[in-house]
């Protein structure tokens, strides 16, 4: 069998456990890859104890492991995207297929890596980008080459959906959650990047790219976090037979292509609404052949490793035949990458949960129906709860059916102003997911 | 861009959705697989308004579509294992690379056509052959190539997960819920193939040998159908906690392989559970991602096309670049598929469902629990119900901890032979896919 020299840049969590998996299990990944892969080059700051395998040389620089002539597949498993894009690209330019579990660096500089790529006639892979071990990239970019994509969602980072799990099961609030998270090591001390839905962001950017052959485009996705969400939240939509999930969601229609990362209610028959804690899972409407979910582990260094050497496999096996890895980076070829408008969100029509905060009053609620009927947005259903004893105020929880946000916000705006409002009216879209 | 000729043998359900397919979507799967894809031939025996396109040959005689010399790719939509095979047989000594969606074939003979294919240099694919429009091949020979798999668990055929399901929902009979499944078309005249888990255990010994890296052996998998399942077994493994399914199971220990198809109680909480009406699921755990589960359409028109066509893909998109697709059939080259020893069925060691029907007695409940006891089975739920009024039977259902099969045997024989069971012993394996 010939013999793939990797190089692997980074030794962190993901770098460590690619190391270990291929380590583990070399033998069964050699004969998948049709090949003996070899991790011959490593680079890594600090020292580890993986280094210390006879035969591995270890570079504090990583560029020397760019520079090494020998190694046929650079990994870069380093993060950010400063280090990471110029090394990348030196590696490209080196003649080297990439792989990559960096979400950020492809979400952002895809497009100019990717046509770098392509012009030196290597592959630039990033299967661990998105959902950890579950390939979703393969599946979106070949297994379901056949259909057009109507749509996809996924709960796609495992912070946020940890934390929404565990409010909900236990009725503790954000803040209790978010530490105990972080105290897991599920969530980073400044966990922005997570619970505002940023890395969501990223990883929904680069499915839609793959889903519609739209360019990769960041700023063109509408991003809200999970701050604001209660345990009343989460009970309510209980009540009415939905569950609470932060969602990435790409659609197209004929208005063209909408993204968003925002908490959403589905319908509790959805098996995403009983995809609970760190898991990820991801649903995609084809044309051909309608719904299909995947579920798994979206983050941890095995599980992310497993897509890093898949991704490592796919180039070994054709690089073993003297043959290159043909199918592009976003599943079509980037003269056919092809810019849809987007959809504004004040234009997007979904259904709406609304919880407002008012006082126990007679004809409150018919002030309230009637501002919303007056805007053409129809109520689905309604809680109502009796006031806790000794309190003024009560909630009222209304699923709307189908309104354009910007109908919806206005009559929100008016509920607001309302004497008998006692506080800003929480509001959530609703997603039935419907095939 | 290059046109890759197609010849489709068979106008059936398959083949007609997967023209519909092609037709309905042809711009978008050409971007996907870098080339013109084009149907010059169709083999059918019936005249079809689909055969009547400008610039289609059609011909009665399919062996016509495969002494074609334009065609690229044949596609073997006719079913059965008779012409089905003389049909692939000359379509590969010809060169030609095949498509097929037929789990019998490559169950049965796919040892064989492998190694022609691979000695003709042809790629022989069959994504829908398993669980439709689900790219579950795919997944697992190369989006799950870094793990070594430990076993996987699936929901491979959806006429008996319609009648479990409707069974366990409307509380009906299996043979009244039949009858409707034939009704709907989703179930045959002669339905055993599909209730007593043939057609399960053709794609289960599928996965195992990509799984495993074994050969494809039919008769190495124990095969229970659903017909014994009544509505009260349905409602007590609620009651427990559990659901039942129908799955193929396969597993990887140091004692050997074991390949199954039988009723099976999961819990709850797996979301294998939930998985009703025709849906497929298939679960894997693998040694570095884990569990992942991947659910959709196990069968009809457009989605086994979504198969066909990504295989399709695949194929044209290394044709298209003078390419050879190089993935081996089963994910590694035959000369590493190996032999594994089987754990014969005495050995399994699983927890078990009962359900006696006993005399209404004193000291009965006593009697069993002493036979299983004596035998080292231990009891982990149990339920009582009493007597429906004027009977003098009740069901008594145990929950045992994991025990083998041949112990598990031993004590229900024992238990039928005692003068106040009533009737056989309704027994069940129980599984909890843990990770």
Redesign the interface.
């Known amino acids: 069998m010939k013999t793939i020299k990797l190089g692997i840049c980074g030794l962190g969590t993901v770098g460590s456990?690619t190391v270990n998996?291929l380590a583990?299990?070399g033998e069964?990944?050699n004969?998948?890859?049709?090949a003996t892969l070899e991790i011959t080059h490593i680079g890594a700051r600090r020292d580890n104890a993986l280094c210390n395998t006879a035969g591995i040389k270890v570079s504090r620089d990583i560029f020397d492991v760019v520079d090494d002539p020998e190694i046929d597949i650079l990994i870069e498993l380093i993060g950010g995207t400063t280090v990471a894009k110029e090394l990348v690209e030196r590696a490209i330019k080196a003649g080297k297929h990439v792989v990559t579990a960096n979400k950020a660096l492809i979400a952002e500089f895809g497009t100019e890596l990717f046509a770098l790529a392509s012009e030196h006639g290597v592959a630039l892979r990033y299967?661990a980008a998105v959902a950890?071990?579950?390939?979703i990239i393969?599946?979106l970019r070949?297994?379901?080459?056949?259909?057009?994509i109507n749509w996809l969602a996924g709960i796609i980072n495992g912070t946020t959906n940890f934390i929404l799990s565990e409010m909900g099961t236990a009725k503790r609030a954000f803040e209790d959650v978010l530490a105990e998270a972080q105290a897991l090591g599920y969530a980073e001390a400044d966990p922005t990047f997570d619970v505002e839905g940023i890395d969501a962001a990223h990883k929904l950017v680069i499915l839609a790219a793959i889903a519609f052959?739209i360019p990769l485009n960041i700023n063109g996705v509408y991003t809200e976090g999970v701050t604001r969400i209660t345990p009343a939240d989460l009970s309510f939509a209980e009540e009415l037979g939905y569950r609470i999930k932060h969602l990435g969601i790409a659609k197209l229609t004929d208005a063209g292509v909408n993204l968003r990362v925002h908490p959403t209610l589905i319908p509790e028959e959805q098996?995403l609404s009983?995809?609970n804690g760190v898991e990820n899972a991801v649903l995609i409407d084809?044309?051909?052949?309608?719904?299909?979910?995947?579920?798994?582990?979206g983050a941890g260094a095995?599980?992310t490793?497993?897509?890093?050497?898949?991704d490592?496999?796919?180039i070994a096996?054709?690089l073993?035949?003297d043959?290159?890895p043909?199918?592009?980076a976003l599943?079509?070829?980037a003269d056919?990458i092809t810019e849809i408008d987007s959809v504004p969100m004040a234009q997007v029509v979904t259904p709406w949960y609304l919880r407002l905060n008012v006082q126990d009053k007679p004809g409150v609620m018919s002030k309230v129906s009637s501002i919303l009927s007056e805007r053409g947005i129809s109520i689905e259903a309604l809680i109502q709860k009796p006031p806790t004893k000794g309190q003024q105020s009560v909630s009222l929880v209304v699923l709307t059916n189908p309104a354009e946000q910007a109908q919806l916000l206005g009559a929100v705006a008016e509920i607001e102003a309302l004497e008998t409002t006692l506080s800003d009216v929480m509001r959530i879209r609703v997603e039935t997911l419907k095939g």
Request: glycine residues 18%.
């Open positions: 456990g998996v583990a299990s069964a990944i004969r998948r890859a049709g299967e950890g071990g579950i390939p393969k599946a070949e297994g379901l080459a056949g259909n057009e052959g098996l009983r995809v084809g044309s051909a052949v309608g719904p299909t979910l995947y579920c798994g582990a095995a599980p490793a497993s897509a890093v050497v898949a490592i496999v796919d096996r054709e073993a035949a043959q290159l043909q199918i592009p599943g079509v070829d056919s």
